[in-house]
């Protein structure tokens, strides 16, 4: 599939599929200061744009990949990002090589899933309503927030050491040896489910002010 080019930036359109197949978001080597946001008024699947150095953006179907290479010239903090991807489509979300500083404000979307697989750094992803079960999965992380609609449960499972870790109005202070529990109230909603497969510092689950 062809993407657009912009000035700041790039757009990549709608692929013609037939159905609702779910649209993936890859960041290949991982991200840095990020904003993310679903909009249920666009008619492109995805658009970016970018301050300082622009990542590769390809695109195969409903598969957008971003790819920034391993070593930048510029300093770190003169990169940013702000991505808004189509709220009528489901998602799900890739990123490899590690995250820090994203800021994902899903809540328009059907999200299906969301896989950080290396260490995060001050994520915050706030999320809409799940139709279904649904899992976020991350390697290690530090200070992490996560929020949700009212009345969504969520069950937040660490392997590794836990230290600073809320699930609403409950606090744990250290865990030593993993932790896995649920945020209080009933369990009757379809839940997230929030897989940490190593350490954590610092998450914080709580309910959306919206």
């Known amino acids: 599939m062809t993407v657009r080019a912009t000035p700041d930036g790039v757009v990549v359109p709608m692929p013609g599929e037939q159905g609702r197949p779910v649209a993936r978001l890859c960041f290949d080597n991982g991200l840095e200061h990020v904003n993310l946001r679903a909009d249920a008024d666009m008619t492109d699947l995805m658009e970016a744009t970018f301050t300082g150095f622009r990542p590769d953006v390809w695109a195969y179907g409903r598969n957008v990949h971003v790819e920034y290479p391993r070593r930048l010239p510029l300093p770190r903090r003169s990169r940013r990002a702000a991505v808004r991807i189509n709220a009528n489509v489901p998602w799900a979300l890739d990123v490899h090589g590690g995250a820090a500083h994203l800021d994902a404000d899903l809540t328009g979307a ?6 950080i697989h290396s260490g995060a750094a001050h994520v915050r992803l706030v999320l809409g309503r799940p139709d279904a079960p649904r899992t976020v999965r991350l390697a290690s992380v530090r200070d992490l927030v996560i929020e949700r609609p009212a009345g969504v449960p969520v069950r937040l499972e660490i392997a590794g050491g ?8 409950r606090r744990f202070g250290a865990v030593g040896g993993g932790l896995a529990d649920w945020t ?3 369990r009757t909603a379809p839940p ?12 914080t689950v709580k309910e959306s002010t919206r």
């Open 110 to 115: 059907a999200v299906r899933s969301v896989a």
């Open 184 to 186: 209080p109230g009933a």
């Open 162 to 169: 836990a230290t600073k870790i809320a699930l609403d109005d």
């Open 192 to 203: 997230y489910s929030v897989v940490i497969a190593g350490g954590a510092a610092g998450v």
